[in-house]
Nanobody, 128 residues
Framework: EVQLVESGGGLVQAGGSLRLSCAAS????????LGWFRQAPGKEREGVSC????????YYADSAKGRFTISIDNTKTTVDLQMNNLKPEDTAVYYC?????????????????????WGRGTQVTVSS
């Protein structure tokens, strides 16, 4: 059974930094992708960043480029999201997600498909 557990959320002032971590277990033996999504109150869930386990290839939403960095550890079971220069509009619940078939991941603007397991989320609040 796949389990994804997020940590590292909290309250930070605008311009500050946070590092989110996702501990994954029950991962498939084949290649997979791990990603971060977020959902702000009253808004749809949107993709933030994702990384492939096979070659570490990364993808970022436009809102994350230049400020956020995704990484995966050597065991390929923990994926981190370093968030710098945070803005109030980054306030959301951040979710870790797994795509067991990376080839099925598709990016339609902020709507990313192909992710089939989700964590419970961690709250990030950025004050102005």
């Amino acid at each position: 059974e796949v389990q994804l557990v997020e940590s590292g959320g909290g309250l930070v002032q605008a311009g500050g930094s946070l590092r989110l971590s996702c501990a994954a277990s029950g991962l498939p033996l084949n290649d997979y992708a791990l990603g971060w999504f977020r959902q702000a109150p009253g808004k749809e869930r949107e993709g933030v960043s994702c990384i492939g386990s096979a070659d570490g290839s990364q993808y970022y939403a436009d809102s994350a480029k230049g400020r956020f960095t995704i990484s995966i550890d050597n065991t390929k079971t923990t994926v981190d999201l370093q968030m710098n220069n945070l803005k109030p509009e980054d306030t959301a619940v951040y979710y870790c997600a797994l795509a067991t078939r990376p080839g099925s991941v598709m990016f339609y603007g902020s709507r990313w498909t192909g992710f089939d397991s989700w964590g419970r989320g961690t709250q990030v609040t950025v004050s102005s």
